[in-house]
């Protein structure tokens, strides 16, 4: 024990009188017989110092102690109190001091006082090595835990996702993690590390002014630093953005001690941004700000976990959660004793659902067994709001490679996914209008050849009534094929409109027998204009179409009879209204009293091919092609309905900039026909060029058939006479509009009509050129013919020479 003396004094009665003068005194003592006695009782450590003779301390005795004494820890120096004899002793005894090191030499014979005096002051200097002993393991335990916090945060250093770096108090690097030294572009920390960060990371043109925000904060001006996006210089000489969180580091006596930065690298999220503009796919950041003290290396672990953008949590091996960062617990909307404590499977992010929680407990398995988990889960956030994060678990080992705790990480990417789901739809419905247009033209390629064909069979067949009746019948269907390639094309935008400003008042009242007709008697037709109407910017004929369909949905919503009102007014789109830019519009209403629609059919009203009449009935198209036309004129259709009380069916149309033309009448007289011209007639189709150039015969021209523009240029190239020109626009390796321009090369004063099934023209594309629509009648082509061929010139087929027709 520390506090009793050892004593080695094997001569006589040495060794009893003063363990009597040392228990006399209240002190305790022990007496060994022999040195290697002495020895074990010091190892034992039931002596804190020795008392010895100077005649014990034989060659043997004396090498045995010093050996023990020299091994003694750093912290000991075990007193020795050495009793001499007046005489010459066996050995020098400055030569014993010098071995046994921390002696004190006493003459016998002895005052007791002097001895109780010697060994008292030996048990306080032993007590004094313990107590440094003590304190010695106390440093020594601290200094373990210090570098513990110290590996523990070099390692949340070492895998965070963003920048993380701090400045001392004259700007220069003093920490920067592998994330920072990669953003950077340097090869390792050390080739940082120590710099002044302005001249080596800051561009030259925002040099001074970051520095001077440097110094004010070194003066103690308090500054809004809390969140800073800028630019930052590459290795390389190019520059990066990043968004920075910043905390003041301060001396515990409150003065300026440097700077501690979180850095997110946003270049190429601010370009995906302005690339994505029209999406507003945006991503906002949301950590809350802060400015927090930090003075050792667990406060300093806090800032940076705390001014990470991700949502961070910290694992045990056996999935218990440790630490949670604050934008984890403003996203969950709990506090950190609701998770914190708990497996992150029972905890409130996860506890509702099963199936979630059973993955999380099967995903932490397989992280504390060394693996890196990354998926997308489903979780609940604040205000039980439902969101899709981009969730990880990784392990963090040890020196020795033993996994130790988990980083959990998530991010929000719901707002991603929406964007991209939504851009996927469009893609298709992209795609479902190429294939529609795409068919719609192979249509009106079939029914070409069968309406002029009926149509020319009707002129020769007049006077038997039922080949007329049988031949009417036959038109009727292949014309309401026709009309259902219309919406089609409608649907797809694919069909050609010729938009300019509609007198939309005097089109609705020119259209009020045809719908009266179309409807029935049992319903009644009411007409509406307001005052001052403006022109609208419209393509009448579509026009009159989607009005007409809107009146026949309006009948069969009306069976038992009722009332159809139709009206044209001035309006005005406010802003808040997103389908229509604010402005002025003309709104043309088709209201009806029939059976109306409730809510579901409502929202699906517009669907393509939706439809509640029954097979047979209706294609489902018609609704869809008016709304596809009102798009298309830059306006809207907005429905309005309700059970039992009907629809209403509003067509929202631009104002047009000019004069709106006169409708043309319905009784105005034919075209008259010219004389015979020699055509020149150009279809990849053999069926409807077949066609078209016996409509052309049968009105009396001469026509000279070719099956691809190349073969028609080498014909223009040639003698040919020709008075006329029509073509096909979609044809293999030449369109029609180019064979015109091509044509025009060769014969600028020859015109030219352009066939097509489908208006697909590039922008600008013979735009000025005539144009007719598949399928169409003879009575069609002979309008547009007589048109073109009004003031031309006629060759006379029986002579060389031309006449101005």
């Not at 120590?194 to 925002?206: H, K, S």
């Not at 996927?424 to 209008?433: D, N, P, R, S, V």
């Not at 008042?505 to 045809?514: H, P, S, T, Y």
């Not at 798009?631 to 709106?660: F, H, I, M, N, Y």
Request: aromatic share 4%; glycine share 8%; with cysteine.
């Amino acid at each position: 024990m520390a506090g009793r003396l050892g004593i080695l004094a094997p001569a006589g009665r040495d060794s009893q009188v003063v363990s009597g003068i040392l228990s006399a005194a209240g002190m305790d003592s022990l007496v060994a017989p022999d040195a290697p006695s002495l020895v074990a009782l010091l190892r034992r450590r039931e002596a804190g110092a020795v008392i010895v003779t100077e005649e014990a301390m034989d060659q043997e005795a004396l090498a045995l102690l010093e050996g023990w004494l020299k091994q003694q820890p750093p912290w000991s120096d075990i007193p020795v109190i050495l009793l001499t004899l007046r005489r010459e002793a066996t050995l020098p005894r400055s030569h014993l001091a010098e071995r046994l090191g921390n002696v004190t030499l006493l003459e016998r014979p002895l005052l007791p006082v002097t001895l109780v005096s010697s060994a008292r002051a030996a048990l306080r200097a032993r007590a004094r090595q313990h107590e440094a002993e003590r304190q010695v393991e106390r440093l020594a335990v601290q200094g373990a835990q210090l570098r513990e916090e110290r590996d523990r945060t070099r390692r949340y250093l070492d895998v965070a996702g963003v920048m993380l770096l701090v400045l001392d108090g004259r700007g220069r690097v003093a920490e920067i993690n592998p994330k920072g030294v990669e953003i950077l572009g340097y090869r390792s920390a050390e080739d940082i590390l120590g710099r002044d960060w302005f001249e080596t990371a800051v561009p030259l043109a925002q040099r001074e002014a970051r520095r001077a925000i440097f110094r004010g904060l070194m003066a103690g001006k308090r500054l809004d630093i809390a969140y800073q996006e800028n630019e930052l210089l590459h290795a390389d000489g190019s520059t990066r953005v990043v968004a920075w969180r910043n905390a003041v580091l301060r001396e515990p006596d409150g003065s300026f001690a440097g700077l501690l930065s979180s850095g997110e690298d946003i270049t190429d999220r601010r370009a995906a941004a302005e690339a994505l503009r029209d999406l507003n796919a945006t991503l906002e950041a949301r950590v809350e700000e802060r400015t927090l003290a930090l003075a050792s290396s667990e406060t300093r672990f806090r800032g940076i976990f705390d001014s990470s953008f991700q949502i961070v949590a910290l694992l045990s091996t056996d999935g218990v959660v440790q630490e949670v960062n604050r934008t984890a617990l403003a996203w969950a909307g709990l506090s950190a004793t609701e998770i914190v404590g708990r497996p992150i499977w029972l905890s409130p992010l996860a506890a509702h659902d099963a199936g979630l929680s059973e993955t999380l407990r099967a995903d932490v398995e397989r992280a504390s067994a060394g693996e890196t988990v990354r998926r997308e889960i489903e979780m609940r956030g604040a205000g039980d709001s439902r969101s899709l994060l981009d969730f990880s678990l990784k392990p963090l080992t040890d020196e020795v490679g033993c996994v130790v705790s988990l980083v959990a990480e998530g991010r929000d990417v719901t707002e991603l996914r929406t964007a991209l789901a939504q851009l996927h739809e469009t893609a298709k419905i992209e795609t479902l209008g190429q294939l529609t247009g795409g068919v719609a033209h192979d249509f009106n390629n079939l029914l070409t050849p069968i309406i002029g064909a009926l149509d020319l069979l009707r002129g020769r067949h007049e006077a038997d009534a039922r080949s007329v009746k049988l031949i009417g019948g036959a038109l009727q269907s292949a014309e309401r094929a026709a009309l259902l390639v219309q919406r089609l094309l409608s649907f797809a935008r694919r069909q050609h409109l010729e938009a300019r400003p509609v007198d939309i008042g005097a089109l609705v009242e020119g259209m009020r027998d045809l719908m009266q007709r179309s409807i029935g008697p049992h319903i009644t037709v009411s007409v509406s204009v307001g005052p001052d109407l403006a022109p609208a910017r419209a393509d009448p004929n579509q026009l009159e179409l989607a009005v007409l369909n809107l009146a026949v949905n309006a009948r069969d919503a009306m069976s038992g009879g009722g009332r159809l009102d139709l009206r044209a007014e001035m309006v005005e789109a406010p802003p808040r209204r997103g389908d229509l830019p604010p402005g002025s519009y003309v709104r043309l209403s088709v209201s009806d009293t029939g059976t109306g629609m409730d809510s579901a059919t409502l929202a699906r009203a517009i669907e393509p091919f939706f439809t509640t009449k029954g097979p047979g009935k209706g294609t489902g198209l018609g609704l869809s092609m008016v709304h596809g036309l009102a798009a298309q004129l830059g306006g809207a259709l907005r429905l309005r309905s309700t059970p039992g009380e009907g629809t209403t069916a509003e067509l929202w149309l631009p104002v047009a900039v000019g004069e709106a033309e006169s409708p043309r009448s319905s009784t105005d007289t034919p075209v008259p026909q010219p004389r015979r011209a020699a055509v020149l007639l150009v279809d990849d189709e053999d069926l409807v060029r077949a066609a078209t150039a016996d409509m052309l015969r049968e009105m009396g021209h001469s026509v000279t058939e070719a099956s691809s523009a190349h073969a028609a240029l080498d014909l223009l190239r040639g003698d040919t006479r020709l008075n006329l020109l029509v073509s096909d626009y979609l044809m293999p390796q030449m369109r029609g509009s180019t064979l015109i321009s091509e044509a025009r090369r060769l014969r600028p004063d020859l015109p030219a009509l352009l066939i097509t099934g489908y208006s697909t023209l590039g922008e600008g594309e013979a735009t000025s050129l005539p144009r007719l629509a598949k399928p169409f009648r003879q009575g069609d082509l002979a309008r547009e013919v007589a048109r073109l061929l009004q003031g031309g010139t006629v060759v006379s087929l029986a002579g060389h020479r031309a006449a101005k027709g």
